[in-house]
């Protein structure tokens, strides 16, 4: 279905198979160095009934791969996108891109609404999402609503 704005001229918005694909990618994608940096939890010492040692480390080492995640989340999700064109690597190569609802770029503060409401869109397997997207006529998630943004065939 191609969603037509007056003044805007048409945005193919039917891209919700390309959405599901990208979305998997991208989902892989950012999540390798935050699962990464948790392998460091293994280098902690521990004692022989396989306790914690050092409790202080433990809290160290927890709290700077929770930093490391949402800085590489944040960058992955909502940086690269407003940078380069509404895309993420898995957007470009499913060839859709995020775009403002008045069909021009995206901003960083539209990307970051879209990020932070992807926790709500993923629940139940991403289900929360997908069914927003089937039922609303441009095809948008709740991040989508809320950041007034489309995704758009690229």
């Not at 990464?36 to 009934?49: E, H, K």
């Not at 503060?109 to 039922?135: F, N």
């Amino acid at each position: 279905m191609t969603y037509v704005e007056p003044g805007y001229g048409d945005r193919d918005t039917d891209v919700v198979a390309r959405r599901v694909v990208q979305y998997v990618i991208d989902a892989v994608l950012s999540s390798i160095l935050p699962w990464l940096s948790a392998l460091l939890f293994l280098l902690l010492p521990t004692r022989y009934d396989g306790s914690v040692d050092d409790p202080g480390l433990t809290a160290a080492v927890s709290l700077s791969v929770v930093v490391l995640a949402i800085v590489i989340y944040v960058g992955y999700w909502v940086v690269v996108p407003a940078k380069w064109n509404g895309q993420t690597v898995g957007m470009k190569v499913m060839g859709v891109r995020v775009v403002n609802a008045d069909g021009g770029e995206a901003d960083m503060v539209q990307m970051l609404v879209r990020w932070i409401l992807l926790v709500v869109d993923g629940l139940v397997a991403g289900l929360v999402g997908l069914v927003a997207m089937l039922v609303t006529d441009r095809h948008q998630r709740l991040g989508d609503m809320a950041a007034r943004t489309l995704v758009i065939r690229a």
